[in-house]
Structure formats: C-alpha cells, structure tokens
C-alpha cells in the first residue's frame, strides 16, 4: 500500500541580508522595476489586504500624512496589494475626496500575485487571496535589512516604523548597536571587546558609558 504524502505549499519567505527579489510592475505612479527604484535611496516596501477596507484605510492614510519624514530620511515609500489598477485609482481618488490625505507614494497592482509570493506577503494559513500586512525595510544597495509581518485584523504602528528605519541607518552611519526603545537622542551600543586588550582598553576608556566591561554606551 503506498504511503499517503501530505502536500505541502512551500512559501517563499526573503530573510533579513538577502538581495530583495527583483521585479517588473504596474503602478499608480507608473511602471517600476525593483532593482532600479529609488537609486541611492531606502524603500520602505509594504502589503495590505485590500483595497476599500477601513484597517488598510488608516495605515495607507498614515504612511501618507507621515510621508515627509520618510523623506527626511532619504526613503521611498512603495505600497502593493492583490488588487487592479484601477481598484487602486478609484480608492486614492475616494479616499481623497473623503478626508483630504493623497496617497502619493506607487502602489503595486499585484493581481496575478507575483510579486506577493515572491515576498511572502500572501499566507494561505492566513488568507488564500489577500497579502499580509508586511513591511521590508531595504536599503540603497537593495539589501532587505528589517521585515516586519502583521495579521490581516492589527493595523501597524507608524511610530515604530519610523523608529526602526532611523535607527538602521544610524547603527550603519556610527557603526554601534541600538538598545531597547533606542530613539533618535539616545545613547547607543558599542561594541563588545573581542580581545583581552580591547577588554583593557574599554575599561580605561572614560568616553563611554560602562554598564559592564560588555556593556557601554555612547552619544552619537
């Protein structure tokens, strides 16, 4: 008798340090291809579920009215869902003539889904047809540097989003670490040693903040 075999639906998942997956797509501000978007810039990559619905409504409308300060910090907003080009039209222009936020920022047409597979943003054990709520922070050399994922039903927190973007390209700019609810203005992380002399050199050093010999923090 032969053994039943269970398929199994294999999702594709990027990880943090891979290349983002390169891709051609369909707009509202226009065709795009991944590896050539925003040069020299970050990206801040997100999926929502659908269009027309009110969770995805206020995130959309959030990232929208903060736009600004994802400008600030040299990053290009780029948002997607499994829905046409038109449902994305007709909801920017609603949304506009309804509460005065412009969505103006690319959103994806991913109807064939490519683009939501490629990135794991469509999860069957969450939703056959609708992609998560997922966030990947890529930089300038389209390295995925952070990913964030959020069920259908829990709206993101912008605050964080932004805290986290900023605190990437400050560990990269000072070369330090980031401690827990790190903010602009905080101290942060140096490196632990990794010799017995950079051991003494760090307790003898009276720049640092020394928690411990492991420890120290700095302003930056």
């Known amino acids: 008798m032969e053994a039943n075999v269970e398929t199994q639906k294999v999702i594709t998942m990027p990880r943090i340090g891979d290349t983002a997956p390169d891709f051609e797509a369909v707009t509202t501000k226009g065709n795009i291809k991944m590896s050539e978007f925003a040069k020299d810039k970050w990206t801040v ?12 409504t206020t995130e959309m409308s959030g990232f929208a009215q903060r736009k600004e300060e994802f400008d600030a910090l040299n990053t290009e907003l780029l948002g997607l869902s499994i829905d046409s080009i038109h ?8 949304v506009r003539e ?9 959103i994806i047409a991913d109807l064939d889904m490519k683009v939501s597979k490629l990135y794991g943003m ?12 997922a966030v990947f922070f890529i930089d300038p050399s389209k390295k995925i540097r952070l990913i964030m994922y959020y069920p259908l039903n829990i709206g993101r927190n912008m605050d964080e989003i932004l805290r986290a973007l900023d605190a990437l390209q400050m560990s990269d700019k000072h070369k330090v670490a980031m401690p827990l609810d790190w903010k602009r203005g905080d101290k942060a992380i140096c490196s632990a040693p990794k010799t017995l ?13 020394k928690v411990t010999w492991y420890l120290a923090k700095k302003n930056i």
């Open 87 to 94: 449902a994305h039209l007709g909801w920017v222009q609603n």
């Open 122 to 133: 469509l999860q069957p054990n969450e939703s056959e047809t609708a992609a998560v709520r």
């Open 98 to 106: 309804n509460t005065g936020v412009y969505f103006d920022f690319p």
């Open 45 to 56: 990559m997100f999926s929502h579920p659908a269009d027309f619905t009110p969770v995805c």
């Open 197 to 209: 002399e950079a051991l003494n050199e760090r307790l003898a050093d009276d720049s640092v903040e």
